[in-house]
């Protein structure tokens, strides 16, 4: 049953209430790889879920444009400090709807429609809002995009380089949403020096590794820092921007009256209550957790003859190339679900198949690790997925979700008791 329990909503609406009993359960029974997923504790689900939703507060504490924020001040601000002390930045916003208007705000903070933007390209593991031609940032700015190098996998800093420098960019994003390996930040700071731009690192994968001391933090290279708050931070859906003091206002402005009207204050409670728990030793942990499970399913994967892109994985994500195992990642992704194995089908670089039907998947180990899954688990999901990727037959499929719901019964997760 869900928790905190959902009785007055089954009562309103019982149809609703079943299809959200059916999705707890889902996310009870299933081994749930999609990288960018977590598990929330019960504590942020209830602040999600309170009469804070009801209440507009346009403006930020102590100059708001509607009265009766005498709750709620006190919230952003706890927020805020929150956030400030976790990551050691000067300023932060926690304002933003999600991780995408949260970074259309630092281009309008920095940047004019027209000028010349940097980002590292979607199909090399970059973000669409990183100035990809599909996305308003790619339609309304001079994008110049960077990749990853064929051989290696890995981004090759003297290439982002020598595009800097020939291009000019007045911003330039690091970060993404399938790189395995660690971020160069000084690396990329001293480039961004070098040709005056002023750079972003959006974390919004692994800004849990970074709070949990399990990857660089871009503190002190980055001027503004993008994150989501749900993905390996374990927060709420939504989103902080974080920056030196220099960009504390035009950040803060960008946001609203920029781009927003009302925060949404039962989302920055949740951030808030996340952000003690990331504070927590037990979060360091859990990060350390993260990263140590990535690595064992990947080294279990190699053993069975999967093709990694970069090799391996630093961090919580790992990308799989699918081409030596004769199946695309898309067929793949709907095996493994029907497996009970969740996670996404992905580009890998310089795939040549298209976007919608690509030769990879994407698994991530933030949401089992939550589960309490550890490192001894790893092989047993690897063989699960080379099973499934091969299995002839829904039979097959089905025996292993068996299997999978069989051992996750034995892992309690926030939210379903
Ligand atoms: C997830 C993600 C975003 C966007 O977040 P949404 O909340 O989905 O809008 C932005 N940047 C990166 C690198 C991400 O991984």
Redesign the pocket.
Known sequence: MHQPAISHLAAADPVLAQLIEGEAQRQFEKVRLIA?ENYVSTAVLEATGTVLTNKYSEGYAGKRYYEGQQFIDPIESMAIERAKSLFGVDHANVQTY??????LAVYLAVASPGDTVMGMALPAG??L??GWSVSATGKWFRSVQYGVRKDTGRIDLDEVRDLALAERPKLIFC???AIPRTIDFPAFAEIAREVGAVLVA?I??IAGLVAGGAHPSPVGHAEII?T?T??TLRGP?G?MLMSDAAHAKALDKAVFPGLQGGPHNHTTAAIAVALAEAAQPSFREYAANIVANAKALADALVARGFELVSGGTDNHLILMDLTNKGIGGKPAAKALDQAGIELNYNTVPFDPRKPFDPSGVRLGTSAITTRGLGVEQMPQIAEWIDRAVAAGDDAELTAIAGEVAELLAGYPMPGWA
């Not at 999600?98 to 970074?103: E, H, I, K, M, R």
């Open positions: 960018s999600s991780g995408s208007p949260a970074n970059g973000h809002t990183h970060g993404g949403t959006d919004a994968h993008s989501t749900h993905k859906r989103a």
